[in-house]
């Protein structure tokens, strides 16, 4: 059976809890202030009856004081009540606000860190904190809105047909006709010009972030003309749907509306001349006048009315978006976390029979993908660019899960383990380090909270950071990233290298730790690497063969499957894809060596 779509506005009320009463009080409150409101322009208005009724003897309006009395305690009371209100629906918006920021933090703290990498991080967090603020508003202020206005026009009907019914139907005339103009620009097949508008609007905002981001990669490869296709391309086709909606459909019944809201006398004038000769006969003359000075006057505030409806029905809309948003949020993919967790026994890692395919993707990155690294051992993971090596690296710490077969370290499935079990015992340098805005010190001590700075400094030197904190001037407090400090690429795989150092974990997982180093700090990051995988299990990517000749077992990944494994010295002698990579690699070497012989 289909399930009943819930409203919007509801489906955020339900994070409210408790506090949902509060919204609902709220709301009742605010109508009656928005009553209470109008009240002191009626007493106003029987003050200039009485007024009128009595001229020009003035003394025998006797009530005026009292009405003057009642206005001001109307108007005071409406404002305390509004304000009582407001305090109601924020106190219930705020809670509401952080409880949907709450669960959806929760939720993307479960999230796999490899969708990350694909989605970027902030964009989730932007989408969470959207639904939250809007949440925050709609809630606050809207919700209070609409109900005032919703108030405001039911009394509008009742006064409308209060005094005179003829003339306050010529109001509702005006007003019905301009409902009528307003909601035929909104509704049928105009929605969907409307939404067509609007989503041109929002790809228009992206394509032009897109080529302000795009400008240096642009201006390297001179490429202007092209780049700013697109981005005209989206102004253009916001022009073309702009200018078909608002010509094409409001134009007409805009003009209506404005023409009845803003000149609802032109309803008035008439009835009131048709109605007057028989109310002189009558010789209820004064009271007709006095009829009219009403009528005439809210016939005025009938376009501010209809304004503020027209406004408060956005705020259903701002629900819809608030509810997409978090729903984007929440269906962002969650790691399974066992609720009988196993506790790892020793340090070998081992992967059976292992398949991996991103989402969204055609062809496995992994397939049937077996190797075993006993607790101590270095096994290297080399083979060509897109083989799969990063992928099968960040199985292990569980960026992603594998799709089949089991990764496992200690003899248990990674999925089994305890997901804080499993972050202390592997430490992860990634391909590409990520250091934070902070000090050195602080970007160190991330990987252990609780050491102390002399840990941190002596990890710092394990990793031959000793240069890096010569040349700056606070040295390990240096805030990265701040007054043109910046480091290069070795030295800040240096950093996250003490950072792996200082975590001190028995498994570490090191993808391409030398790739974009210059000589020098080759050398110093094969020393901090020595410190680092002592004692380890190591399971190593990299694309210098000399860093793996070493290793205890190689593993050779191309198209996702394990093409060949062994010690250096088989594989060279095996014929395979390793003992070509092996040829290139002296060939390249040579080709430097002689190179530079030759500078000489
Ligand atoms: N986040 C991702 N989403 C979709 N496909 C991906 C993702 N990351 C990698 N791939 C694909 O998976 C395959 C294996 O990529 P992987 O990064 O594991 O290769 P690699 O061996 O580490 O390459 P390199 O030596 O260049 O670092 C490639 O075909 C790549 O295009
Ligand atoms: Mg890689």
Wanted: aromatic share 10%.
């Amino acid at each position: 059976m289909k399930e009943k779509k819930r409203n919007e506005i509801s489906v955020l009320l339900d994070y409210a809890g408790s506090y949902k009463v509060l919204t609902y009080v709220g709301l009742v409150l605010s109508a009656i202030a928005m009553v209470l409101g109008t009240l002191p322009y009626i007493c106003i208005w029987l003050v200039v009856r009485d007024l009128i009724a009595v001229a020009p003897q003035w003394t025998k309006a006797t009530e005026v004081t009292r009405y003057g009395v009642l206005a001001f305690v109307f108007a005071f009371g409406g404002i305390i009540v509004y304000f009582a209100a407001l305090m109601c629906t924020h106190l219930s918006a705020f809670r509401t606000a952080s409880n949907i920021r709450k669960k959806g933090m929760k939720h993307l703290m479960k999230t796999p860190l490899g969708f990350f990498d694909t989605h970027a991080s902030g964009y989730l967090r932007n989408r969470l904190d959207g639904a939250a603020s809007d949440t925050e508003t709609l809630l606050a202020h809207n919700m209070a809105d609409m109900s005032g206005t919703i108030a405001m026009f039911i009394t509008m009907l009742v006064l409308m047909f209060m005094f005179d019914w003829r003339m306050g139907a010529a109001c509702f005339m005006a007003a019905l006709v301009s409902i009528i103009a307003m909601s035929s620009m909104m509704g049928g097949k105009n929605a969907s010009l409307m939404m067509e508008y609007q989503s041109a609007q929002d790809v228009m905002s992206k394509a032009g972030t897109e080529y302000v981001r795009g400008i240096p990669v642009v201006k390297v490869f001179q490429q202007t003309v092209y780049s700013f296709k697109a981005f005209k391309q989206a102004i253009e086709d916001y022009s073309a749907k702009a200018e078909k909606y608002t010509v094409g459909v409001c134009q007409m019944p805009q003009a209506v509306n404005l023409t009845v809201t803003e000149g609802a006398f032109i309803f008035l004038a008439p009835v009131a001349i048709f109605i007057a000769p028989s109310e002189i006969r009558n010789g209820s003359f004064a009271t007709f006048i006095t009829n009219f000075a009403f009528y005439a006057v809210f016939s005025a505030i009938i376009s501010t009315a209809l304004a503020k409806i027209m406004f408060a029905a956005g705020g259903t809309m701002m629900a819809q978006t608030a509810v997409a948003r978090f729903n984007e949020v929440m269906n962002a993919p969650v790691l399974e976390i066992t609720d009988n967790p196993k506790e790892p026994q020793g340090n070998t890692v081992e992967f059976k029979d292992v398949s991996f395919t991103y989402e969204g993707s055609g062809s496995p990155a992994l397939s049937h993908v077996s190797f075993k690294v006993k607790g101590g051992q270095t096994v290297a993971l080399v083979g060509p660019s897109g083989g799969g090596k990063t992928t099968a690296a960040s199985l292990i710490p569980r960026f992603w899960d594998a799709t089949e077969g089991a990764v496992e370290i200690g003899g248990v499935n990674v999925k089994d383990t305890d997901p804080h079990v499993l972050m202390s015992r592997v430490a992860f340098v990634f391909q590409n380090n990520r250091l934070f805005k902070t000090s050195i010190l602080e970007n160190v001590r991330i990987a252990r909270r609780q050491a102390t700075r002399e840990e941190v400094l002596a990890a710092l030197e394990a990793a031959q950071c000793k240069d890096i904190l010569e040349k700056l001037e606070k040295g390990v407090d240096t805030v990265i990233g701040t007054e043109g400090t910046y480091l290069s690429g070795g030295e800040q795989q240096r950093v996250a290298l003490a950072r792996a150092i200082l975590k001190d974990a028995p498994i570490v997982v090191l993808d391409e730790a030398t790739a974009f180093a210059d000589p020098e700090n080759e050398v110093l990051i094969q020393k901090a690497l020595s410190t680092l995988m002592k004692d380890k299990t190591v399971i190593m990517i990299a694309h210098r063969l000399s860093t793996v000749v070493g290793a205890d077992r190689i593993i050779v990944l191309d198209n996702g499957e394990v093409v060949e494994q062994g010690k250096h010295e088989e594989l060279v002698n095996n014929n395979g894809l390793y003992s070509k990579m092996w040829e290139d690699y002296n060939k390249a070497v040579k080709w430097k060596i002689s190179a530079s012989e030759e500078v000489r």
